[in-house]
T-cell receptor, first 111, second 120 residues
Framework: DQQVKQNSPSLSVQEGRISILNCDYT??????FLWYKKYPAEGPTFLIS?????DKNEDGRFTVFLNKSAKHLSLHIVPSQPGDSAVYFC??????????FGAGTRLTVKP | GAVVSQHPSRVICKSGTSVKIECRSL??????MFWYRQFPKQSLMLMAT?????????EQGVEKDKFLINHASLTLSTLTVTSAHPEDSSFYIC????????????????FGAGTRLSVL
């Protein structure tokens, strides 16, 4: 039962352009959403999060948008840099802390 | 953010041996830690929730006797893969939450660097 879905396994973007990573969820009990970045052979690194009471959260080049009615969130990276190349996991959690992850999207930023 | 240390980063063992993986929260106390397994090109699969001072909660399909979890202190959880077989070869990752964080930030899980287990 995949409650968090990232339908794009990979994304390739030119350096300087915007990267948009998408995530959909099915469980309406999720009320806190997170994005993690992961390099090969390393653990995921927390990137940015958003509470369900907000529709946007911005941190430098990273912005997360939440559309509760559509059960959809997205991560925008602008401008994209080669060092952003990694696998990005979307995660959602309930108030009790039960967290589920998407399958990840591999972002490649080309110089 | 909070720091989680995982050791070893890589282990190669013979079939039938047991392997212990340690997960430590370095700058905070973690009453709850999580153990994940990641298969190649797949997502993180939650194996179990490790609870300090009590038994771990295992996800459906995860063998309790195969993957022993001990959470003896507020900063240390261990995962022991008993009688390892080649099919246990995988990338194991632990995480912890800093419950002293304010608001919903306490739901952020901080991950260790992972352990690559190869069973020959």
């Amino acid at each position: 039962d995949q409650q968090v879905k990232q339908n794009s396994p990979s994304l390739s973007v030119q350096e300087g352009r915007i990267s948009i990573l998408n995530c959909d969820y099915t469980n309406s009990m999720f009320d806190y959403f997170l994005w993690y970045k992961k390099y090969p052979a390393e653990g995921p690194t927390f990137l940015i999060s958003i509470s369900s009471i907000k529709d946007k959260n911005e941190d430098g080049r990273f912005t997360v948008f939440l559309n509760k009615s559509a059960k959809h969130l997205s991560l925008h990276i602008v401008p994209s840099q080669p060092g952003d190349s990694a696998v990005y996991f979307c995660a959602a959690t309930t108030a009790s802390g039960d967290m589920r992850f998407g399958a990840g999207t591999r972002l490649t930023v080309k110089p | 953010g909070a720091v989680v240390s995982q050791h070893p980063s890589r282990v190669i063992c013979k079939s039938g041996t047991s392997v212990k993986i340690e997960c430590r929260s370095l700058d905070f106390q973690a009453t709850t830690m999580f153990w994940y397994r990641q298969f190649p090109k797949q997502s993180l699969m939650l194996m179990a929730t490790s609870n300090e001072g009590s038994k771990a909660t295992y996800e459906q399909g995860v063998e309790k006797d195969k993957f022993l979890i001990n959470h003896a202190s507020l900063t240390l959880s261990t995962l022991t893969v008993t009688s390892a077989h080649p099919e246990d070869s995988s990338f194991y990752i632990c995480s912890a939450r800093d419950l002293t964080s304010g608001g919903r930030a306490k739901n952020i899980q901080y991950f260790g660097a992972g352990t690559r287990l190869s069973v020959l």
